[in-house]
């Protein structure tokens, strides 16, 4: 089964086109949380969760007994799905994570602080992220538990957020972050490479969580609540 096919099973979603649709709010938010400075909190999140959008939608067809028939679609759709988080993943590391640090060099009178948050919460969130669609669909309880690490992270960050954002008219800044230690550039630079591998690594991560899971049957509480519609 070739990615192109892959990539059609999305016309045997319920309401395909309403969903083929959403990635466009995805996008605009990453788009927008590269000038506000919330996204120096939830950009990486936002981003990892659009990176997987199509493989975690695509992956409802597999709860199909039609579907899971097919050895053609059997063989190869771990690789598949692979291949295709693989060019998202890098695709929204380049066009958002990287340009939110830019614009953060840019506009920030301190930046490194801003720019350790953006990195660490990308890194924390896209292994995060993978990790649970991998096992999601097969062990609900498992991957909402991992789903929920990053979501917690980020909520655990508001507060100090809001805090340190008053005190740096809107942005965050090194002042009232003095329980940090002072950031250089070189650990930005080390962060930002860690970033670029995490990238790369996280769907070779997704690979091999599910090749270990590739016999482990879809969660029957999942595929019970499914419309299945066409499929």
């Known amino acids: 089964m070739k990615i192109k096919e892959t990539v059609g099973l999305v016309k045997y979603l319920y309401q395909y086109k309403a969903i083929v649709l959403l990635p466009l709010i995805f996008i605009m938010n990453c788009l927008m949380y590269i000038f506000m400075p919330v ?8 981003v990892s969760i659009s990176s997987v959008y199509f493989v975690n939608v695509i992956s409802q067809v597999y709860a199909s007994d039609m579907v899971q028939s097919s050895e053609k679609v059997k063989k190869n ?6 291949v295709m988080l693989l060019i998202s993943n890098v695709i929204h590391f380049i066009l ?12 920030y009178e301190t930046p490194n602080v801003a720019v350790s948050f953006v990195l660490l919460n990308f890194i924390v969130s896209n ?7 991998s096992v999601i669909y097969k062990k609900q309880v498992l991957g ?5 690490l ?14 340190n954002a008053i ?16 950031i250089q550039m070189w ?15 996280s769907p070779f991560i997704y690979y091999g969580i599910s090749k270990l899971m590739k016999n482990v049957p879809m969660s029957k509480s999942y595929t019970d609540r499914l419309p299945w519609g066409k499929v």
């Open 39 to 46: 996204g120096v909190m939830i950009q990486g999140l936002i």
């Open 77 to 82: 759709y771990i690789k598949n799905h692979t």
């Open 96 to 107: 958002f994570i990287v340009p939110s640090v830019i614009f953060i060099f840019l506009t």
């Open 127 to 133: 292994i995060g992220i993978y990790i649970s669609v």
């Open 144 to 148: 909402i538990l991992i789903l929920a």
């Open 150 to 163: 990053p979501l917690l992270i980020f909520g655990l960050q508001m507060p100090l957020y809001f805090t």
């Open 167 to 182: 005190k740096n008219h809107g942005k965050i800044g090194a002042e009232g972050l003095s329980f940090l230690p002072e």
């Open 187 to 201: 650990m930005i630079v080390g962060l930002l490479i860690v970033a670029g591998v995490v990238c790369i690594i």
